[in-house]
Nanobody
Framework: QVQLVESGGGLVEAGGSLRLSCAAS????????MGWFRQAPGKEREFVAG????????YYTDSVKGRFTIFRDNDKNSVYLQMNTLKPEDTAVYYC?????????????????WGQGTQVTVSS
């Protein structure tokens, strides 16, 4: 089992920044690829960013490329999502997820472990 706890969400004006954190406990953190997903009201959960266990590989959905950065600190068993130049359409509940795939997947069902989510609201 892997337990994940997100933090860092909040209310921010458009153009602002937030950094989300996800702290992991349980199994060896370095064995897991990590992903950030988000879900807005009435919409399906969507992939935002992913990072491999070694941190050598990162993926982003097109809408956040150049604005968001995913990184991890394996010594602290944590993964982060730095979000800059936020837009109202980034408003959602953000979840971190852990999976044993070699490279991070964009498919939610491939991640067996999820955090409880943290709300991000971007005002216009």
């Amino acid at each position: 089992q892997v337990q994940l706890v997100e933090s860092g969400g909040g209310l921010v004006e458009a153009g602002g920044s937030l950094r989300l954190s996800c702290a992991a406990s349980g199994r060896t953190f370095t064995n897991y690829a990590m992903g950030w997903f988000r879900q807005a009201p009435g919409k399906e959960r969507e992939f935002v960013a992913g990072i491999s266990s070694s941190a050598r590989t990162t993926y982003y959905t097109d809408s956040v490329k150049g604005r968001f950065t995913i990184f991890r600190d394996n010594d602290k068993n944590s993964v982060y999502l730095q979000m800059n130049t936020l837009k109202p359409e980034d408003t959602a509940v953000y979840y971190c997820a852990a999976g044993r795939q070699v490279v991070p997947s964009k498919t939610p069902s491939l991640y067996p472990y999820w955090g409880q989510g943290t709300q991000v609201t971007v005002s216009s």
